[in-house]
């Protein structure tokens, strides 16, 4: 069913009319995954993309001053050189699409990309990241904060009680999960939720990103996510402004995929180290 004036707190009932067939939907998601993946120098341009996608994140317990440079570093420069130097993309400004840090760790992510002469965005996850528990108050003030710090994106966990509750209003992303979850960003759930993007989008004239994280670990599984987006929601879709991979693993496995198209072999893990 259509809104009227969707985007208006009148209006949004009509997403508590949604139904979604699963069986449908299931099958969508198996055939997206059964598509043949691009070969030799398309799978590098491909891949290539999905790292210009990629908020880079670490969220450990145990983060440091250290790591989250070392990680600011591997974003600015994602591919090592002398691989972009072998297809002629080294000096395209290939990185990833931001990096993203808990509030705590913002500050030394701004020095870091300051001190490498990088514009790269800084992502914080706030308000009470993982479960969105927090009060109201408390949540805020961790914006604030990581706002004030520096940070130019806020990827922020919605207290869920709100959706249970269809209270569905504002946002200018959507995203699958925390990547703390015990299941996380799953194919046939986020053709939902692009499909819901793209209804919306049809009525409304407005765009709203889409974000899959936590368990992309692999190349392939980034071509699959390129895939379905480019199919559910056109080229229009596939940049950073309405689209990113949540991932910490994930440009490791690239590289090494395009270190494999470059010389023929694969490199070990210790190759290709974070920075």
């Known amino acids: 069913m259509s809104p009227r004036n969707p985007g208006t707190t009148l209006d949004l009932e009509w997403i508590s009319k949604v139904r979604v067939n699963t069986q449908a ?44 440079h070392r990680l600011c570093l591997k974003a600015v420069q994602p591919v090592r050189y002398d691989l972009l130097k072998k297809i002629d993309m ?47 108050e408390t949540r805020l003030q961790e914006v604030r904060i990581a706002v004030s710090d520096g940070a130019t994106e806020i990827d922020i966990v919605i207290n869920r009680m709100l959706a249970i509750t269809g209270q569905w209003e504002g946002s200018d992303f959507i995203k699958t999960s925390t990547g703390k979850e015990a299941v996380n960003a799953t194919y046939p759930v986020a053709i939902v939720m692009v499909r819901a993007i793209r209804d919306y989008f049809m009525s409304t004239g407005h765009k709203v990103g889409f974000k899959p994280a936590g368990g992309i670990r692999t190349a392939e599984e980034s071509l699959v996510w390129l895939t379905l987006i480019k199919e559910e929601l056109g080229d229009d879709w596939l940049c950073p402004g309405l689209f990113r991979l949540g991932a910490s693993s994930l440009l490791a496995d690239i590289e090494r995929q395009i270190y494999h198209q470059v010389t023929g072999q694969y490199a070990a893990y210790h190759d290709l180290p974070m920075a």
């Open 25 to 68: 939907v299931l099958k969508r998601a198996q055939f997206i995954q059964r598509q043949k993946i691009p070969k030799k120098q398309w799978q590098a341009a491909w891949l290539l993309k999905a790292v210009t996608l990629i908020d880079l994140t670490t969220l450990a317990g145990d983060d440091t001053s250290s790591n989250v």
């Open 90 to 136: 080294h000096d395209k400004g290939v990185t990833t699409a931001a990096v993203c840090v808990y509030p705590s760790r913002v500050t030394d992510a701004v020095r870091s990309l300051k001190a490498a002469n990088s514009s790269l965005p800084v992502a914080s996850v706030a308000t009470g990241f993982p479960a969105g528990q927090t009060p109201l």
